[in-house]
């Protein structure tokens, strides 16, 4: 059980995965969108997303000629969830 958290958290710990991950905390999203929102290069997000499905952090959907990307599990929904509480309310709070 241990392991496995290591591994959650390693694959988390990296600031463009968690940004990745919060925005598919809101929901589905296409890699043109995380694109758009995150200004990375395709090639720098493909490899970021690449590390999130190794560890089935998020599952990736094909349809027609794009691909969504969610999160693939209450485990990352829960420490984003957590992270978003302890992070981005405290921030929001303090003005």
Not at 23 to 37: N, P
Not at 47 to 64: C, F, M, N, P, S
């Amino acid at each position: 059980m241990a392991s496995h958290a290591c591994e959650l958290l390693k694959a988390m710990a990296n600031e463009w995965r968690l940004m990745v991950l919060c925005q598919l905390s809101e929901g589905e999203k296409t890699v043109s969108e995380l694109q758009a929102t995150l200004g990375l290069s395709q090639s720098a997000l493909s490899q970021h997303l690449a590390v999130l499905r190794r560890e089935k952090i998020v599952r990736a959907r094909k349809h027609a000629q794009s691909v969504s990307y969610s999160l693939s599990g209450d485990e990352a929904t829960k420490v984003m969830q957590t992270l978003h509480e302890v992070f981005c309310e405290a921030a929001n709070s303090r003005g």
